[in-house]
Structure formats: structure tokens, C-alpha cells
């Protein structure tokens, strides 16, 4: 039987969501990011990406390439009701979904054919039912494996479908550039470059003692990607290992003060993703990165799993008051791991958490309904540097 693999992957999908929501920004370069001094670029629209600006681009570079763009710090928990949207459709076409991250999955449909003629159909009604549903344009591959399938769907971005059948694969890979190559970061690259291999088909056609002389046994690996092999299976959604948010500030925090007030904003990020990912976890784990660079972890896991924002920030602040404080901090992050699923029974919690955790969902519904800044606690509305 044939295998047939799509991957689904959404078009600059944070800021398609802003534009989709605000008809102002339709049309407009996008830049959805970190928006302080310090920050990164999380995803620019196509309109945007006409100026150079990319992912992981410092934000201060991509102001200097588009000072004409619409800079927004985004939304988490809106991208996360979308992407669980848009898996939700992605079940309804197959049992096996891998998702790579809020925006891209994998979908094994081999032995769909009773269903539809071709598997391009099937990648077709996927597209379509994100149009129709959600107003987003979404890029899809089909292909007999995972790495051609990845592969099909970039090379037809935006809003395309590529399909690479059987007898096509090694027209399809020839002209690649190398750096298309699953797993070939930008050191692989230039070491394939400095021996001569610029595409993918030339890998293909290397010779085997001068790839295990620069490689090793990664050599083997790597030809058979170049030759379109990969028998890796889709693998359903994994369960998380941890949830957490960080944020990096434009002047270093020098006060334990400051400090407390973001440690306590992201604990409320964190447990709102937990609630809304039906997690709840045991241990804390706090990140520092200070001025200079140096950074630390340091954790603490709890008797009982938690969702509870003001568990989380008391465990932080804990952390918080054992880590001497020699320089101002660059970074604070907050995540919670040891996850287990949540499924609402209370006995979870003591007789207070559980009705803290009544509280923190009608504060959910009230934020999903008129937005984050619908309910805030009292101290973070104290201006803070960010």
C-alpha cells in the first residue's frame, strides 16, 4: 500500500490571525513579536517579509528594515484557541496527527483512497475548511514520507498545494538548495558548501568516503534524506512536558520589587495556558538570565499538582528569595513540568484551591470574552519596565 503524508502548515499564522481580526491590518507588514528594545520577531506577514523582516530577527532590526510596519506583542492564548481549532479540524481527516507546534502538523492518510480519489483532495478539503471555518490560509504537502512532505508545503507557500508522488522524487529534490535538508542547521550547511554540495540532489550523488570523512556515521543519514527516504512514522499528539512564558526586558531589573510584580504577571500567563490546556503541574521552575548574561534555573516541586496562578507565584517568589542578586536581570521565565492532565475533579485540590480555581475560570471567561485586560490584579497595574 502506498503512504501518503500531508503537512499542514499555516501562512505567517500570528499575524494572519491580528489581520484576520482587525480588518485595519489587512494589507499592512505585520510584525508580531517581543515590541521592547530587546525583543524578537515571533512571525512577520508576507507584506512584511517583502522588507527582509523574518522570525527570531532581533525586533530592533526589523524596526531599522520596516519602520512603516505594525509592530503587536501578540496573543498567546488567542493563537492557542486557534491552533486547538484547527487540530480539531485536522482529526476530523485522520486519526493520525503529529503536531509540530501551534501552527504545522503532520497527517498519515494512507489507505484513505475510499474516501477520496487522490490524496490531494484530501489536502485540498483540509485548506478549505480552515478558509471557511477560520478565515486563514494554511500551505499543504503531500508526499509518500515526512521530509518531502515538509519540503512540498514550504516550497508552496503561501496558501499552496505541492504533491510529490513516487516517481517524482528525485526531480523534486535535485535543484533544493542544501539548506532545505531536514536537520541541517547553518554549521552543516556551510560544511556541505565547503566541500562543494550546494543542493540537495548533490548529495545525493556524493561520494560516500568524502561524506563519513566530514560527517561520520551522520553521513548515512543524511543520503538518505538527500534520496527522499524517511521512514519515520506520524506519531499523535505527545502530551507536553512543560508549559512556561519568559519575558526579556528592555532595561535590567534591579529591584526585588520589580521583580516580584513580573514574576507574579507571568505565573497568571502560565496558570491561564495551564487552564486552557487542561494541565495541571508540581514543579516551578524560575529562569534568570542577568545583565551579563549568566543565567540559572532553579526549581521546586510541589506536594500536590497545581493550575493555580497565586500557587505558582508564591513557589517563584520562594525560588526568587534564594538567588542573590550581585547584577540587574536581563530575563525572568516561569514554567511549570511533571504535567498531568486536569480533568476538573477537585479532589485534585483542597477545599480553598478548589475555590480559587472556580475564581480563576470565571476570570478566564470574562478575558476570553473582553480580553486580556478585562480582570487584572491591582499590582500589575504598577508601570513597570519591560
Not at 60 to 75: D, K, M
Not at 148 to 172: M, N, Q
Not at 250 to 271: M, N, P, W, Y
Request: with cysteine; proline share 4%.
Amino acid at each position: 500500500m502506498q503512504r501518503w503524508i500531508i503537512h499542514v502548515d499555516m501562512d505567517a499564522f500570528f499575524a494572519a490571525v491580528e489581520q484576520r481580526d482587525d480588518p485595519s491590518l489587512r494589507g499592512r507588514p505585520v510584525i508580531v513579536g517581543g515590541v521592547g528594545r530587546r525583543g524578537v520577531v515571533s512571525t512577520a506577514s508576507y507584506e512584511a517579509r517583502r522588507f527582509g523582516v523574518h522570525s527570531a530577527m532581533p525586533m530592533s532590526e526589523a524596526r531599522r528594515l520596516c519602520p512603516q510596519g505594525v509592530f503587536i506583542p501578540g496573543n498567546h492564548g488567542k493563537y492557542e484557541r486557534v491552533a486547538a481549532a484547527i487540530r480539531a479540524i485536522l482529526a476530523a481527516f485522520s486519526p493520525l496527527v503529529e503536531p509540530l507546534s501551534l501552527d504545522e502538523a503532520f497527517l498519515d492518510v494512507t489507505g484513505m483512497e475510499w474516501l477520496y480519489d487522490d490524496p490531494k483532495d484530501i489536502a485540498a478539503a483540509i485548506k478549505q475548511r480552515i478558509s471557511d471555518e477560520l478565515s486563514l490560509t494554511a500551505s499543504a504537502g503531500v508526499a509518500p514520507n515526512k521530509f518531502l512532505a515538509k519540503l512540498a508545503s514550504d516550497w508552496g507557500k503561501p496558501d499552496g498545494l505541492v504533491v510529490v508522488r513516487p516517481g517524482e522524487v528525485a526531480a523534486f529534490l535535485r535543484a533544493m538548495p542544501i539548506s532545505r535538508l531536514w536537520g541541517a542547521g547553518e554549521k552543516t550547511t556551510a560544511q556541505l558548501k565547503g566541500i562543494g554540495i550546494n543542493t540537495i540532489g548533490q548529495l545525493a550523488g556524493a561520494d560516500d568516503a568524502l561524506l563519513h570523512r566530514h560527517f561520520g556515521q551522520a553521513a548515512d543519514d543524511m543520503r538518505r534524506l538527500a534520496r527522499g527516504e524517511d521512514d519515520r512514522p506520524v506519531v499523535p499528539e505527545h502530551e507536553p512536558k512543560s508549559l512556561g512564558n519568559e519575558i526579556t526586558f528592555a532595561e535590567d531589573l534591579r529591584t526585588r520589587d520589580e521583580i516580584g510584580t513580573c514574576l507574579l504577571a507571568l505565573s497568571q500567563k502560565v496558570s491561564r495556558r495551564l487552564r486552557q490546556s487542561g494541565y495541571a503541574g508540581r514543579t516551578v521552575t524560575v529562569k534568570i538570565r542577568f545583565g551579563s548574561f549568566r543565567t540559572i534555573t532553579r526549581s521546586r516541586t510541589l506536594g500536590e499538582p497545581t493550575l493555580l496562578g497565586d500557587t505558582i507565584y508564591e513557589t517563584a517568589r520562594a525560588i526568587m528569595a534564594g538567588v542573590e542578586l550581585t547584577e540587574g536581570v536581563r530575563l525572568l521565565g516561569v514554567t511549570l513540568s511533571n504535567l498531568q492532565v486536569y480533568g476538573g475533579q477537585t479532589s485534585l485540590f483542597a477545599v480553598d484551591e478548589d475555590k480559587k480555581l472556580k475564581i480563576s475560570v470565571a476570570v478566564d471567561r470574562l478575558k476570553d470574552k473582553f480580553g486580556e485586560g478585562a480582570v487584572t490584579r491591582g499590582r500589575l497595574l504598577i508601570p513597570k519596565k519591560e
